[in-house]
């Protein structure tokens, strides 16, 4: 997802100096991506804290996300190529240091108390996230299903109960049958768990717990237009999950990982 689309979505929450703030960015992004939050702000005459505020009404974490999506946005086809390494790299240590901040108690409490879990992933690559998810859950005689599908239908409303709880991943939190079905489940009293991108998606307000992550975007070279997103920190999140609710479970006296 780019800014643009971050400002749309978010648009009726920005009062007068956020939108005069994301002007000032949106018409010199070469130069406010190499600038620090002190200089931007002096920038667009307005305080560090209104920048910090401004990144985290948009859905980011703060400025130095804000940072990346402008590195992102400001780096050519072949410049892009030449450094995709170190923008995958800076989005993985980006994601990583957001995740060390992210306390699992409360997710790993609601999976515990939950009479079944169902994992659910929107797409071909969130599909193989909650595979693995799966797999590794099996390996620990834990029984989690997967909902092998491209949409939940009708009749899994039908069997899914309040004592259940469903994760849902999916990248921008925005897809409208992963959207529809958490609507749907919340009012029957079933528990959510998202994985998605934005924070302030409309999923993630759904939901009863959330864990958000960061992808890197590159553009590749000879190839007009086209450009490719690593989604690998959705695996590493998953395996997270597992260990975390494993951990978890020892400390409640259940038995230990293998």
């Known amino acids: 997802m780019k800014l643009d689309a971050l400002i749309n979505e978010y648009y009726d929450k920005l009062n007068e100096n956020d939108r005069y703030i994301w002007k000032m960015i949106n018409t010199n992004k070469q130069s406010c991506a190499k600038m620090t939050v002190n200089e931007l702000a002096d920038f667009c005459n307005v305080s560090r804290t209104t920048i910090l505020r401004f990144a985290r009404k948009i859905g980011l974490e703060g400025f130095s996300e804000l940072k990346i999506f402008l590195k992102w946005e400001t780096q050519g086809p072949t410049k892009a190529q030449e450094n995709v390494t170190e923008i995958i790299s800076e989005g993985y240590i980006h994601a990583i240091n957001e995740l060390q901040k992210k306390d699992f108690s409360a997710i790993c409490q609601l999976m515990h108390q939950s009479k079944r879990l169902f ?11 909650a595979k693995h998810l799966k797999q590794n859950f099996l390996s620990c005689g834990d029984c989690v299903y997967d909902l092998d599908t491209n949409q939940i239908h009708d009749e899994f409303f039908k069997i899914v109960t309040a004592e259940d709880v469903v994760i849902l991943l999916s990248l921008d939190g925005e897809s409208t049958h992963v959207v529809n079905a958490a609507k749907q ?18 999923l993630a307000r759904i939901s009863t717990e959330n864990i958000y992550f960061t992808t890197s975007i590159v553009n590749l070279a000879n190839l007009s237009g086209k450009t490719y997103e690593s989604t690998a920190m959705l695996f590493v999140i998953v395996e997270l999950l597992f260990v975390k609710y494993n951990l978890f479970k020892n400390a409640l006296g259940k038995d230990p990982l293998p």
Do not use: E, P
């Open 119 to 129: 994992i659910f992933g929107s797409g071909d690559i969130q599909n193989q996230a």
């Open 185 to 202: 489940l919340t009012f029957l009293g079933v528990k959510v768990i998202s994985i998605s991108k934005l924070k302030n998606s409309t």
